[in-house]
């Protein structure tokens, strides 16, 4: 992709910042202009749809997909764009992608999935919906720590009980 466009940016460059910055109509002109943008990565491994998950933007996100950007890749860290929903989206992004039958127990390299994440946060509604699409709570990172144990390192105890009670009632009954 070494074509340059008129401000000088190569159209990769274009097509991430737009992903990215939450340029949708500018996003959509460039996979329509050149589709095979959508699966091109950046150094990091991540396509588009991590980027925009990234930025924030449903809309971008949305594009993307409807597009056809594949969204079972991983990125370096093993990451899918699950765990970057997780991580840094919304829930509106994570139902999308559970909608995609994205893996909600997919490991990253460091072992932890989609789930831990919003676990450590607090982020119950995250934690419900992902348990409800069949995460295990269970799975251990590379340290051996499961979503039990993120949840209390989350240092809100409000928010501690209430993602263990959660992982209780839709993981793991017996976990204490």
Partial sequence: MSCKSVDGQSDIVQFFNAAESGDAQGLLALIQAKPELLNQKNQDNQNALFLAIGGGDLQC????????????????????????????????MVKL??????DSNARANDGVTPLHWPCADGWDECVKV???SGADPLVKDEHGRDCFDWAKHNHNKKT???????????GNPGQP
């Fill in 61 to 92: 996100v949305k594009i993307l997909i409807e597009q056809g950007i594949e969204t079972s890749s991983t990125d370096n860290r093993g990451w899918t764009a699950l765990h970057e929903a997780t991580y840094n989206g919304t829930i509106e």
């Fill in 130 to 132: 992902l348990l409800q």
């Fill in 160 to 170: 501690e009980k209430k993602v263990t009670s959660l992982l209780r009632q839709y």
């Fill in 97 to 102: 992608l559970l909608a995609r039958n994205i």
